[in-house]
């Protein structure tokens, strides 16, 4: 598995985990526990996506950096392999 690969499926991991603690916050929202690792968890998911996407092309349209040529249709789509 290259670096490319291995960092999106790194990117889907702590996303997971991101999505399940926002989950768990909408229904015990004083939980500071949780709270903190919420925000410890979306800051590893925001630095990853952009590494990914300096280093790749943009995950969301939010990540297509201002300046620079327009990159949100360079990824792959789902027929030329972009989900394998």
């Not at 399940?20 to 925001?46: C, G, K, Q, V, W």
């Not at 349209?61 to 040529?69: A, F, P, S």
Request: charged share 25%; glycine share 8%.
């Amino acid at each position: 598995m290259g670096r490319k690969e291995q960092l999106l499926k790194d990117i889907g991991i702590v996303s997971f985990v991101v999505i399940e603690l926002a989950l768990y916050l909408d229904t015990h929202p004083t939980d500071r526990n949780a709270m903190e690792y919420f925000n410890h968890y979306s800051n590893i998911r925001r630095q990853m996506t952009k590494e990914f996407s300096a280093n790749y092309y943009p995950l969301t349209l939010d990540m297509t950096e201002c300046g620079k040529e327009w990159g949100w249709g360079a990824a792959p789509l789902p027929w030329e392999g972009g989900c394998a």
